[in-house]
């Protein structure tokens, strides 16, 4: 089933650089909603070695066709130099809430 609704992960450097993520999306109309997870810790490979981090994840929602404009927008404020922006399909979903998704977002 393509709803076309995604959910869109990004991890962040702390809460208050996910709150402004966030804040600028839904004033722009570009996801209907972000949850924000703290306490993530990631383990990762940069710079040819392994290293770890607190991180703050965004769990938005959105319609597909806003990815490129979502992206975008953190891209401009993310302090990372390569920020983790991954889309999921949202396969299926309360039809209720999917219709509030595509009320929500431009």
Known sequence: ????????????SSLAEARRIVGSLLKKRLVACGNILSGAES???????VDKAAEVVLMLKTLSKNFRSVEREV?????YEV???IAFPIISGSRNYLRWIKESVS
Do not use: L, Q
Request: glycine share 8%; with cysteine.
């Open 83 to 85: 920020p983790e922006i």
């Open 43 to 49: 383990r990762f490979r940069w710079a040819g070695k």
């Open 75 to 79: 891209r401009r404020i993310h302090s």
């Open 1 to 12: 089933m393509n709803t076309g609704c995604i959910a869109i992960f990004v991890t962040c």
